[in-house]
């Protein structure tokens, strides 16, 4: 399996609603990533966690809320999101370590819009 | 910090024709630099990975080469196909403080299109 996973492939919700972003992997890689990316922009680093531990967090508002219950899954929590946090989200993985060729293998993305 | 800039923004190409896209990077201490696809709408998918002591890569019609000492790497697509018209991501990785993950600063990528 080398894939990442990422469900629901859509979403739809309002302001006050709470909802997770779901990510899962089987290749045993220990670091995972989420990103942001806008319309027609890159994307950019949300949170890394690396061996189930958060490592960075880039200054993300704390109406996103990443979790990583185990060394496969990741979740993002979503509550109170404004409509400029209507995106794609994606997720990534990577094997995580200092001499190897670390290739992150990136999910298919959620795109999420905030009405 | 890592920038990376991509140009141009847009390419519009014949089918058929070999074209390139350029990738330039501010920090050369890299020890790699990756090359994505990405269709609209969709996840990225990796096409070319060029490690630090590699100058260039190849798989199929692409080509991508890598030059630290300048700065810039290239993306060079032979005999051009409407299927490859997508957006291409070029990303330089920095390393965490954790030692464990690694962090990709993306370009702004170039929007091709190959017309039939």
């Known amino acids: 399996d080398t894939e990442v996973t990422q469900t629901p492939k859509h979403l739809v919700m309002g302001m006050t609603n709470k909802k997770s972003l779901k990510c899962e992997q089987h290749?045993?890689?220990?670091?995972m990533y989420w990103y942001k990316q806008k319309a027609k922009k890159p994307p950019e680093l949300m949170f890394v966690?690396?061996?189930?531990?958060?490592?960075i967090n880039e200054s993300v508002p704390s109406r996103f809320s990443p979790e990583c219950p185990n060394s496969s899954l990741l979740n993002l929590h979503l509550h109170a999101l404004q409509p400029e946090d209507s995106a794609l989200y994606l997720c990534?993985?990577?094997?995580?370590?200092?001499?190897?060729?670390?290739?992150?293998?990136f999910g298919p993305g959620t795109r999420l819009t905030v009405l | 910090k890592q920038e990376v800039t991509q140009i141009p923004a847009a390419l519009s190409v014949p089918e058929g024709e070999n074209l390139v896209l350029n990738c330039s990077f501010t920090?050369?201490?890299?020890?790699?630099l990756q090359w994505f696809r990405q269709d609209p709408g969709k996840g990225l998918t990796s096409l070319l990975l060029?490690?630090?002591?590699?100058r260039e890569q190849t798989s199929g019609r692409l080509n991508a080469s890598l030059d630290k000492s300048s700065g810039r790497s290239t993306l060079y697509i032979a005999a051009s196909q409407p299927g490859d018209s997508a957006t291409y991501l070029c990303?330089?990785?920095?390393?965490?403080?954790?030692?464990?993950?690694?962090?990709?600063?993306f370009g702004s990528g170039t929007q091709l299109t190959v017309l039939p």
């Open positions: 290749m045993g890689h220990r670091a």
């Open positions: 990534a993985s990577s094997q995580g370590d200092h001499t190897g060729t670390p290739l992150p293998f």
């Open positions: 920090d050369s201490a890299i020890y790699n």
């Open positions: 990303a330089a990785p920095n390393l965490i403080s954790s030692g464990s993950a690694r962090q990709l600063t």
């Open positions: 060029i490690q630090s002591s590699q």
């Open positions: 966690y690396s061996y189930e531990k958060l490592s």
